[in-house]
């Protein structure tokens, strides 16, 4: 599941927006004001920002000028009622993929979000296994393997942070039933699955090896 921040302060529209985001698979984390979403931001990783320019606190022009200055380069899409080309200018300066003026067609911006993530998460190779990013999907010798939700999110942590340690909590986020037993039980499942080389972090949580 792609995750999304949406930062947008008018409260319909950003409502109308999860519900439609969230119907088509996207996580989505909304904050109304930029320093919310700066917080968010380092709480958590995104898939893509979709940010309202005229927003409290933090404009999205500058949060995003912020986050590219500290070498974030998350695919972001402005949403905006700004029409003129000096913003426009300015937002494309900041470094953003696209820009969308407001009122926009909800199926366009839908097409728009699924073509860049689809770029940006390309089919990945581990061994035998082959991984959907986009849409978590696993296959193996061109059969696609059917995944319980918690195997399936597990794998995903793992297979997006290759040679990078996954800290255990993200994994309890996860899991209906959170314990260092049942998570072992999870990796060993997978590992026996998929011929994954896990490394256990004593404390801190798993790597998956590069391989």
Do not use: W
Request: net charge negative; aromatic share 10%.
């Amino acid at each position: 599941m792609s995750k999304i921040l949406l930062l947008e302060d008018d409260y319909l529209l950003s409502q109308t927006l999860i519900s439609l985001l969230t119907s088509e698979g996207f996580e989505i984390t909304h904050a109304s004001d930029g320093e919310e979403a700066l917080a968010f931001i380092y709480d958590k990783r995104f898939d893509l920002y979709l940010f309202d320019i005229n927003v409290p606190t933090l404009n999205g022009i500058d949060l995003l000028k912020l986050l590219r200055d500290n070498n974030d380069i998350t695919p972001t899409f402005f949403i905006s009622a700004y029409k003129d080309i000096q913003t426009i200018t300015k937002a494309f300066d900041s470094k953003c993929d696209d820009y969308i003026k407001k009122p926009f067609d909800f199926d366009e911006l839908l097409v728009r979000i699924k073509a860049h993530i689809h770029k940006q998460n390309p089919l990945l190779s581990y061994g035998d296994m082959r991984y959907d990013m986009l849409n978590k999907r696993v296959f193996m010798n061109n059969k696609e393997v059917d995944l319980g939700y918690v195997e399936k999110e597990i794998l995903d942590l793992l297979i997006r942070n290759i040679a990078q340690t996954v800290h255990k909590d993200d994994f309890f986020d996860v899991m209906e039933k959170p314990s260092d037993v049942a998570l072992r039980v999870h990796l060993t499942k997978l590992k026996q699955r998929f011929s994954l080389i896990i490394t256990n972090i004593k404390g801190i949580g798993y790597r998956l090896e590069k391989v």
